[in-house]
């Protein structure tokens, strides 16, 4: 599986949970802005309308 997706602006994480916010890191792999996890290419992408619901990305995007 790839290490790199392109840049997305909020992911919906496996399990459809929570909603992260994302940000590319210095080596341009998208992570999620609170670093809880490294995005997989299972993960779906979601409108940046829809809520963050993640605590810790909050604070970040």
Known sequence: MPEHIPPMKRVRVRGG??????????????????????????????????PITCPNCRKVA
Not at 31 to 49: E, F, H, I, M, N
């Open 17 to 50: 949970r929570h909603v992260h916010a994302v940000v590319l890191d210095a080596d341009g792999i998208a992570r999620t802005a609170c670093g809880s996890r490294r995005l997989r290419a299972v993960d779906r992408k979601q409108p940046a309308s829809e």
